[in-house]
């Protein structure tokens, strides 16, 4: 008997979108270990040489000029992909995806960004008979996601299936509220003393730093503050990819310290977040959910205008994070940390059954599985 096939295509614009898809395939096999999936960022794996560019322009684009990429958000949110942008997808990768698929021949497909979405929306509408499941990796609904012919959406809350019906006007019916998926290693609770021996860190007030990989972290007074609290305070800061920034941290005497850690990349983000006290990290959908899952509370600092801003005011609305308004904000989580070391594990955010998410960690998998 044919074994039963998805496959998920993602982007490589920032690291959350397919770092969703690998969390539904890991998720998906564990269900069904018969079940085979296969993950592609689309763009990278058509266009190897072209990819790499336009991701660059990008990230420039989100370091530079953040004010005109809200300013595109927020005139676009209630729209579809515009025409322009739609044509240039077809010409780009529609006869190639298309073989893909032909290929691969999968039984569903899954996205987790909305340029694949675009794409195999088009198929679909050529007349491609494979159901379809979007994933919306954000705490909010923009209209760039929405196509007639997604089969279901997969969102984050309430509000955002709300949004959907109300403003974007699809069926409620096509939309399950499961949670942004995160790999399951994030539901699975670590032994801090364990993870000190390993990772060489001392019992005491520890937090976690991210958002490295894209130069995020170049903020120089607020990460200079943070180092004045190093003889009180053990500091976890974690790079992803950008070793440049690390090599150059770690050559400045403020951060040649006992206290002080520079991580590269690492797949063991999971088990930082359960040795931390404390999140400090951009407002990412995918970063915040895992901090969710741990039960860390969280820090954000210079929500991109859009999609961030949206995870940013959630999270707080919720009482599960703070947006970085100064300086002052460091020093009182940090005094209150200082102050309550050491604590019982109770008190991480999300232990209260009121914190709990309304879903479970395996939903986004089984309402694929669903489709089958």
Not at 74 to 83: E, I, M, P
Not at 189 to 199: A, I
């Amino acid at each position: 008997m044919r074994k039963k096939r998805i496959l998920l295509l993602s982007e490589g614009f920032g690291a959350g979108h397919t770092q969703a898809a690998h969390a539904l395939s890991v998720g998906l096999r564990l269900l069904s270990p018969d079940l085979r999936t296969r993950v592609f960022e689309l763009g990278a794996f058509l266009h190897p040489t072209l990819a790499p560019w336009i991701f660059s322009a990008y990230r420039k684009t989100l370091l530079t000029q953040p004010k005109l990429y809200g300013m595109v958000y927020r005139a676009q949110y209630n729209k579809s992909l515009n025409r322009i942008t739609q044509l240039a997808l077809h010409r780009i990768f529609y006869s190639q995806t298309a073989e893909l698929i032909r290929q691969l021949r999968p039984d569903t497909i899954v996205c987790t960004h909305p340029f694949p979405n675009v794409v195999v929306s088009r198929l679909k509408r050529a007349g491609l008979d494979i159901p379809l499941c979007t994933v919306i990796t954000d705490y909010d609904a923009h209209g760039t996601w929405v196509s007639p012919e997604v089969n279901k959406y997969l969102v984050s809350t309430a509000e955002v299936k709300e949004k959907l019906q109300s403003q974007h006007g699809v069926p409620a019916h096509r939309i399950e509220v499961t949670g942004i998926p995160v790999h399951p290693n994030f539901w699975q609770q670590h032994n801090r003393e364990e993870l000190r021996q390993q990772f060489g860190l001392r019992d005491m007030p520890t937090v976690l730093v991210m958002g490295g990989g894209w130069g995020m972290l170049n903020k120089e007074s607020l990460m200079a503050h943070m180092t004045t609290w190093r003889e009180q305070i053990q500091f976890l800061f974690c790079f992803g990819n950008n070793d440049k920034a690390r090599a150059q941290l770690a050559e400045t005497p403020l951060f040649q310290h006992p206290n002080i850690h520079l991580f590269g990349f690492t797949r063991e983000i999971d088990k930082l977040m359960d040795v931390s006290d404390l999140l400090i990290t951009k407002p990412g959908g995918i970063t915040c959910t895992e901090g969710l899952a741990k039960g860390i509370r969280m820090l954000f600092y210079s929500p991109i205008p859009g999609q961030e801003e949206e995870n940013c005011q959630y999270f707080t609305e919720q009482g599960l994070g703070e947006p970085i308004k100064s300086h002052e904000t460091l020093d009182a989580w940090f005094g209150k940390l200082v102050r309550e070391h050491p604590r019982d594990q109770l008190a991480r955010v999300g232990a209260a059954p009121e914190r709990q998410p309304a879903y479970t960690p395996q939903h986004g998998a089984q309402a694929i599985m669903q489709l089958l």
